[in-house]
């Protein structure tokens, strides 16, 4: 296996720790809405997609969640997110791997970009990444379609051949798959849905000091 030449994170549940709080909120959002859907059930539907993908889905049982619910969404991210974010545990030994043969890397993410600078900032990780963030505002189709990611690998010069995928969502690992990228799928949360990354053509691991050796990076 070869090392790649652009390493591509997912940042919900990959890089920061916000997939917990973000979930019980859209949980708690979508069922006071008329739409009943547990945290559980809302991590293994949503998690990984856009909101404005969420919103088309839970939209079309007839279910309104009002014109300005992504944007009611992303207000009251500073609220949510107050407490901090905490870093994915070991990510920065990860990201150490990468950045010491000098390999590529960036971002690509459902979320906007300025939610990824609030919760990368928050973890500290911000530094790495502030000029190479790729959201699915960019795209027409965000993830499980591939063209985030093939925007992201495009924009950095890369065939995507030669770029991997770091994700925790099995509509991520689709994306990265049907971008013809090889996908690695953190499986470390209690509530990773490990059959899903698998079937989807993750490899899955468990931890961040492990993944270096299972690529590899040189």
């Not at 973000?22 to 991590?43: M, Q």
């Not at 889905?57 to 905490?86: K, M, N």
């Not at 990444?129 to 495009?154: C, E, I, N, Q, W």
Request: net charge negative.
């Amino acid at each position: 296996m070869r090392a790649p030449k652009l390493v591509i994170f997912d940042c919900d549940g990959v890089l920061v720790d916000t997939e917990p709080l973000a979930n019980r909120r859209l949980s708690a959002w979508l069922t006071e809405a008329g739409f009943p859907v547990s945290y559980e059930d809302c991590r293994r539907q949503f998690v990984g997609r856009s909101l404005t993908s969420v919103q088309k889905e839970v939209e079309a049982t007839g279910v309104s969640l009002g014109s300005d619910f992504v944007e009611r969404w992303y207000r009251e991210l500073p609220d949510l997110f107050g407490s901090g974010v905490e870093a994915i545990p070991h990510i920065e030994t990860f990201i150490g791997a990468v950045q010491d043969p000098g390999i590529a890397y960036c971002v690509a993410s459902s979320a906007r970009v300025d939610k990824m600078h609030m919760t990368l900032g928050q973890a500290g990780l911000l530094p790495h990444f502030h000029d190479v963030l790729f959201s699915a505002t960019m795209v027409k189709r965000g993830k499980p379609f591939p063209d985030l990611f093939l925007h992201a690998a495009t924009t950095m010069g890369f065939d995507p051949a030669d770029c991997i995928v770091i994700e925790d969502s099995v509509a991520g690992a689709r994306a990265g798959a049907a971008a013809g990228m090889r996908v690695f799928a953190y499986g470390g949360d209690l509530h990773a849905d490990r059959d899903g990354l698998a079937a989807a053509g993750g490899v899955l691991f468990d931890d961040m000091r492990h993944l270096a050796g299972l690529i590899p990076i040189v």
